[in-house]
T-cell receptor
Framework: QKEVEQNSGPLSVPEGAIASLNCTYSDRGSQSFFWYRQYSGKSPELIMF????GDKEDGRFTAQLNKASQYVSLLIRDSQPSDSATYLCAVRRYQKVTFGTGTKLQVIP | EAQVTQNPRYLITVTGKKLTVTCSQNMNHEYMSWYRQDPGLGLRQIYYSMNVEVTDKGDVPEGYKVSRKEKRNFPLILESPSPNQTSLYFC?????????????FGPGTRLTVL
């Protein structure tokens, strides 16, 4: 079982819709959870992080964490073509950070 | 401008020829890390460093060495590269304690080992 699992996609959504990206993790000792965005040919950039169960909102992005289910999700409201990228889920335990393989999102104009 | 720089950006080499990929950050960050990214395997951590002279293994350290003699620099050394080390390598840095997650990534180094 992979430590951090994501569906590779592609996930295709029409412009203006809500994109829902999901991630599960295996280590119950994981302490914090992050979403990075990576455009093709570019380096990853941090867009959201969450520590506690529940929702955290930042603009069009909402991160959701359910530690009991070991599940993290990222919602992108009003999806734009510029949101088309690969989204990487990452978890941290102490100083180690483990990434999932990423979900490719395509926003169709 | 706050940034993480890596050199070289592209490198083609042959099996067994020692190489070093440099990484430097100008943000006075304590935490630095090296990752490799391969299709279907995602980003995997090679080594990380919490501060000067403090380094630790990540998930895939075999065949790599690192050093942290200065806070700003964290070179990745391949003493005897092999074709299975062909990959895209990223260096990252973050402020450290409590903010390890705020990683700033370098532009990447694409390495091909023939």
């Amino acid at each position: 079982q992979k430590e951090v699992e994501q569906n590779s996609g592609p996930l295709s959504v029409p412009e203006g819709a809500i994109a829902s990206l999901n991630c599960t993790y295996s280590d119950r000792g994981s302490q914090s959870f992050f979403w990075y965005r990576q455009y093709s040919g570019k380096s990853p950039e941090l867009i959201m992080f969450i520590y506690s169960n529940g929702d955290k909102e930042d603009g069009r992005f909402t991160a959701q964490l359910n530690k009991a289910s070991q599940y993290v999700s990222l919602l992108i409201r009003d999806s734009q073509p510029s949101d088309s990228a690969t989204y990487l889920c990452a978890v941290r335990r102490y100083q180690k950070v483990t990434f999932g393989t990423g979900t490719k999102l395509q926003v169709i104009p | 401008e706050a940034q993480v720089t890596q050199n070289p950006r592209y490198l083609i080499t042959v099996t067994g020829k020692k190489l070093t990929v440099t990484c430097s950050q100008n943000m006075n960050h304590e935490y630095m890390s090296w990752y490799r990214q391969d299709p279907g395997l995602g980003l995997r951590q090679i080594y990380y460093s919490m501060n000067v002279e403090v380094t630790d293994k990540g998930d895939v350290p075999e065949g790599y060495k690192v050093s942290r003699k200065e806070k700003r620099n964290f070179p990745l050394i391949l003493e005897s590269p092999s074709p299975n080390q062909t990959s895209l390598y990223f260096c990252a840095s973050s402020p450290g304690q409590g903010k390890i997650h705020e990683q700033f990534f370098g532009p990447g180094t694409r390495l091909t080992v023939l």
